[in-house]
């Protein structure tokens, strides 16, 4: 259950084209390249919307990205399309989001986790199922459905990796997972989704406790490198 419920519609920000990065556009997938929404850009550091569209650069297991825009907490979102192409089942993984996750030296990891919703139609959405099983923050075990838990290892410049593949990293989502129960979802198998919503995890609701997730004490918002689709039709 989302905390506070932001005003959502599909502001139109700009576009990368697809030849400036890899994978961009193909008839089997493509990285997000449209900023249809991002209420906060440019107000702070890591600000550019532009930076989560333009490829993936990630830093691995013990460096977070800088390549990256910065979503603060509470109501905040950015809402990434694929240039009027729709994001479908298909067979495994379709989704994955790049964010900049990464192990601490003296344990733990540092995530910052985000939810991560998908609309048929830019004013309907579902959300993939996430949780926190309690305990230590630092536990990746524990967090459960979000992106922002995996490290990034697919770096365009220096170690280009194909981005549905494991060794790429990133957090990976199945529409299937999806709730079939609900309207949306029934919506999303059979159309596809026209675009993707990502929020700090901080202004959601933990349906255990009642209370909004809690974040480690570092933490300032998801900071989100790309998101790249499986299948696009």
């Known amino acids: 259950m989302r905390r506070r419920t932001p005003i ?7 576009c990368v084209p697809a030849d400036q990065h890899p994978d961009a556009s193909t008839e089997e ?17 890591f600000g550019d919307p532009f930076l989560a569209t333009n490829g993936v650069r990630g830093g691995g297991a013990s460096t977070g990205s800088t390549d990256t825009y ?20 298909g067979d495994g993984i379709d989704l994955v989001v790049f964010e900049n996750a990464f192990d601490i030296a ?28 309690g305990g230590d923050l630092t536990d990746r075990d524990a967090w459960w459905g979000f992106a922002g838990l995996e490290p990034v290892f697919a770096h365009d410049d220096d170690a ?4 549905g593949s494991g060794e790429a990293g990133g957090d990976r989502f199945d529409l299937a997972d999806l ?40 933490a300032s918002g998801p900071d989100i490198d790309g998101v790249y689709a499986a299948s696009l039709r």
């Not at 959502?8 to 700009?14: A, C, D, M, N, P």
């Not at 003296?106 to 099983?133: N, T, Y």
């Not at 280009?160 to 981005?163: A, F, Q, R």
């Not at 989704?193 to 570092?218: K, L, N």
């Open 179 to 218: 709730d079939g129960d609900d309207p949306v979802v029934q919506d999303l198998w059979v159309d596809g989704a026209v675009a993707v919503r990502i929020s700090s995890a901080m202004g959601w609701t933990d349906p255990v406790t009642g209370e909004a997730f809690e974040a480690q004490p570092t």
């Open 29 to 45: 997938g493509g990285l997000a390249t449209e900023v249809l929404s991002a209420p906060n850009a440019g107000e702070r550091s």
């Open 106 to 133: 003296a344990g733990g990891r540092f995530m910052d986790p985000a939810v991560v919703e998908l609309s048929p139609d830019g004013e309907r959405w579902a959300a993939f199922p996430h949780g926190f099983d």
């Open 8 to 14: 959502l519609g599909l502001l139109w920000v700009g």
């Open 70 to 89: 910065s979503i603060v907490h509470d109501d905040d979102h950015l809402v990434l399309g694929f240039g009027g192409a729709r994001l479908v089942d």
């Open 160 to 163: 280009p990796l194909p981005y």
